[in-house]
């Protein structure tokens, strides 16, 4: 039984999305080019100057003996002289030429120096020397959905000449657009400050993470056009003015609690070794009433913030441990009262008899 023909898939008449941001449609890459350089450029400059000397004077010296075989001859090293002429480029070091005949990529020439071209060719200089840029200040909104002013400087050069030219129209808008993009996405992937910088890095507090970030996402979405990305750092970050205000409130007292929780645990520290110290020694022996009232009164001691309310506090614990002194004086007291009561009475009738 025969099988059934394949039928050809139908194409959809509506364009689909790109795999990658890398794939164009235009595929070229950076070739060197074919070029004379060195000894062999000085000779050509030497022939040049030959046959631009050496043309014009037969075409004059045979337009006054009417010789036309010596001005066709003069009129042919011109030429030659010209277009050897036009072959001559001179690169200076950090630059290249794109070398194209017709329109049609023929490679780069890279090194610097005197060279000769192939003739007809048309070349294109570029540079490759390290370049850097300062986004303008973008306002986005971080992981947690807080507004926050952010910039940065991006240190590029030109890796392939041959995809710089050919792959995009301006290199160099390309490139601030593509960097602003990935700052933007970078942005709102962390927020702006965090506790547990570990797990979770932040705009503030992960400078080397975030920049290390943005540097792969500006080389990813620039890779199209040639472009390697030498650094990639935040240069500017501060909540937005609306919110600024609120935030640096929410900071302080954010600082103020971690200061708090410190305070406290130093605080508990010590009013045990206190106490351990104290049983350690037998210096007194404690019931849990009075136990709870010196960690509480140490407590609040150690744990008050200023010096005056210290001294108010001990004050206060002073007064109150004398007057619980002295409901027990008075304890003590009401029977030596009561039986010195008792003798006076005694003491008065012994008198009058």
């Not at 070229?28 to 450029?41: D, M, Q, R």
């Amino acid at each position: 039984m025969s099988q059934p023909a394949p039928t050809a898939p139908v194409k959809n008449s509506i364009p689909q999305p790109l795999a990658a941001p890398s794939h164009t449609n235009v595929t070229v890459t950076e070739t060197p080019a074919t070029s004379l350089s060195g000894a062999g450029a000085g000779i050509g400059l030497v022939i040049i100057a030959l046959l631009l000397i050496s043309g014009p004077g037969l075409v004059a010296f045979g337009g006054n003996s009417e010789n036309i075989a010596q001005v066709a001859i003069g009129v042919v090293l011109i030429f030659f002289g010209v277009l050897l002429a036009s072959m001559v480029r001179v690169i200076s070091p950090g630059h290249t030429l794109v070398v194209q005949f017709f329109g049609k990529y023929k490679g780069t020439v890279r090194a610097d120096g005197l060279h000769m071209i192939l003739p007809l060719h048309t070349t294109k200089k570029l540079s490759v020397r390290v370049r850097n840029f300062e986004t303008e200040t973008l306002k986005v909104n971080d992981l947690n959905g807080n507004p926050v002013n952010i910039g940065a400087i991006v240190v590029w050069q030109i890796a392939d000449t041959a995809k710089a030219t050919f792959a995009v129209e301006d290199v160099e808008e390309f490139i601030h657009s593509q960097a602003e993009s990935a700052l933007r996405h970078v942005a709102t992937t962390h927020p702006y400050d965090s506790k547990d910088i570990a797990h979770v890095p932040s705009l503030s507090g992960s400078t080397d993470v975030v920049s290390e970030e943005l540097a792969h996402e500006v080389s990813a979405r620039t890779a199209v056009a040639g472009i390697d990305i030498v650094e990639a750092r935040v240069s500017a970050l501060a909540y937005a003015p609306e919110i600024a205000q609120s935030m640096l409130q929410r900071q302080q007292a954010a600082a103020v609690v971690d200061a708090r929780e410190t305070i406290v645990e130093g605080a508990v520290t010590m009013v045990d070794s206190a106490l351990q110290e104290l049983e350690r020694r037998e210096i007194v022996d404690l019931d849990p009433e009075r136990r709870a009232a010196m960690v509480s009164n140490l407590l609040v001691v150690l744990c008050s913030d200023t010096r005056r309310s210290r001294w108010l506090i001990l004050v206060r614990c002073t007064a109150n441990e004398v007057l619980a002194c002295w409901v027990e004086v008075r304890v003590v007291l009401c029977p030596v009262r009561a039986f010195l009561c008792a003798l006076i009475p005694l003491f008065m009738m012994q008198l009058l008899v």
